[in-house]
């Protein structure tokens, strides 16, 4: 199965990126950059990258996930790793990047988790 990838917007300021099929070597891989680009200057700054429907990944998948989640903390904008699983969360676990990047069950418990983020009360400052 090819790589495909939709967005969709999840409240007023979180941007769901689903991605499917396998994130491989090859032109398909670079959409995941150029689309999360994209978003960035549409002015997203809290995304979800929801792997859920990914059934494969390689070095340069993981690569592409680290890319683009360095981007996204570069700016200041926020991202989630959602939905990973069996062979593709064992190889983010294997490169230890699940210590750096958040990941969570699904894309509506990593929705929340930002939600979560913006109720938690501010410490005063004194």
Known sequence: MTL???????GADIV????????????????IEAIVLKILDEGARK????????????STGIGKI??????ITQIG????VAGAHG??????R???????IKFFPDANSA?????????APQASAS
């Open 94 to 100: 294997i490169t230890r990047l699940d210590t750096v």
């Open 47 to 58: 995304i979800v990258m929801d792997l859920s429907k990914v059934d494969y990944i390689d």
């Open 77 to 80: 904008a926020q991202a989630r």
């Open 16 to 31: 769901v990126l689903e991605l499917s099929g396998r994130i491989t070597l090859g032109r398909e891989s670079g959409q």
């Open 4 to 10: 495909s990838l939709t967005t969709r917007k999840f």
């Open 111 to 119: 929705c929340a988790d930002f939600a979560a983020l913006q109720q």
């Open 66 to 71: 680290a890319y683009c989640f360095g981007r």
């Open 87 to 92: 062979l593709v969360m064992d190889l983010f």
